[in-house]
């Protein structure tokens, strides 16, 4: 699975002004509305299924990194998108650090497999630091899809 696959290039952000984790996670979800992703009517389900995801623990796997995620019945594929926080979001993270990127995905409740593979590329991709590094200093969303392509093509990973 690639980023390509499932990251809406309309939705990221590559300047969330947010500096919450409640916050954060309203603005990814609603830029993918704004994507044309979900529907409108669907934005408070969804985020309120991400909410109740983050209570069983937070997403915020480490290094300035958090991947929000839920299934829900309103999507009929993997939708995701990105955000860049220049100021960071306290997000309970493993490692007690402020996130600074953001993968948001939502996948439908009958294809767990699409949801595991992104979620396994999410973290491979962000075990290199080069990666990672260019991504938290992209000020513009061509800049974080053009770093997302080239991860599709192996240029990071070796």
Avoid: W, Y
């Amino acid at each position: 699975m690639k980023f390509n696959d499932f990251v809406s290039t309309d939705a990221i952000r590559a300047d969330l002004s947010a500096e919450d984790k409640e916050s954060v996670i309203r603005e990814l979800v609603q830029g993918l509305v704004k994507a044309g992703e979900i529907r409108e009517e669907e934005l408070e389900s969804i985020f309120a299924a991400i909410m109740k995801r983050e209570e069983l623990g937070s997403t915020g796997i480490g290094r300035g990194v958090a991947v929000p995620h839920t299934k829900h019945p309103s999507v009929d594929r993997l939708v995701g998108t990105v955000g860049v926080s220049s100021q960071g979001v306290d997000f309970n993270s493993l490692d007690g650090e402020k996130v600074h990127l953001l993968f948001l995905l939502i996948s439908p409740p009958d294809r767990p497999g699409d949801h595991l593979r992104a979620l396994e590329n999410i973290s491979r991709q962000l075990r290199d630091d080069t990666f990672c590094r260019f991504l938290k200093q992209s000020k513009a969303s061509k800049d974080i899809m053009q770093l997302l392509e080239e991860a599709d093509n192996n240029q990071f990973v070796s």
